[in-house]
Antibody, heavy 122, light 107 residues
């Protein structure tokens, strides 16, 4: 069974830092792009960041660019999100998500973790 | 920047009825890039449809996607109790983005 398990969330003060981790199992982690997607309480989904297979190509939402860093360790089947200069509006459930390329040439986010909650509050 | 709009915000229906959910893009997009997800309370989203039309493994055929250009539709025929949820469309691309969602509620 394909599985993604996030950890590292918690309560942090504005301006603080957190590092999220996501351990993958049940598939060959190194063969998939990976994403972080977040969801503020009671709100919709917001894409945060994406990394390619070896982590050398990364993209970010405007709202987190320059503050968050996505990375991966394929030897450990682990995806990371380093979050610095955290703001109140970063409060959300952060999902680790697998990117899948279908034979048709379309891609989508097909495996989601349960999420880890990040609360930024003074 | 392409913006996705979903309508209606909430759809109140009874089991057995059909639901028609709309996703509109502010510019023409490739059908290959349009994705639909379902999210139930307390659960992560689940992939339903990719490439605008293709159901992913395990999704019943009462779910169907259609559309092109700027207008896309998710149709759910014969609503089952487990179909009442929030549905998001997504533009997959270099900078993916989600629509605001449509809640399908029990009438």
């Amino acid at each position: 069974e394909m599985q993604l398990v996030e950890s590292g969330g918690g309560l942090v003060r504005p301006g603080g830092s957190l590092r999220l981790s996501c351990v993958a199992s049940g598939f060959t982690f190194s063969k998939n792009w990976m994403h972080w997607v977040r969801q503020a309480p009671g709100e919709g989904l917001e894409w945060v960041s994406r990394t390619t297979l070896d982590g050398t190509d990364t993209t970010y939402a405007d709202s987190v660019r320059g503050r968050f860093t996505i990375s991966r360790d394929n030897a450990k089947n682990t995806l990371y999100l380093q979050m610095d200069s955290l703001r109140l509006d970063d409060t959300a459930l952060y999902y680790c998500v697998r990117d899948h390329l279908f034979p048709s040439g379309s891609s989508a986010l097909d495996v989601w973790g349960q999420g880890t909650m990040v609360t930024v509050s003074s | 920047e392409i913006v996705l709009t979903q309508s209606p915000g909430t759809l109140s229906l009874s089991p057995g009825e059909s639901a028609t959910l709309s996703c509109r893009a502010s510019q023409t997009i490739s059908s290959n890039s349009l994705v639909w997800y379902q999210q139930k309370p307390g659960q992560p989203p689940r992939l339903l449809i990719y490439g605008a039309y293709s159901r992913t493994t395990g999704i019943p055929d009462r779910f169907s996607g259609s559309g092109s250009g700027t207008d896309f539709t998710l149709t759910i025929n014969r609503l089952e109790p487990e179909d009442f949820a929030v549905y998001y469309c997504q533009l997959y691309g270099n900078s993916p983005r989600f629509g605001p969602g449509t809640k399908v509620a029990i009438k």
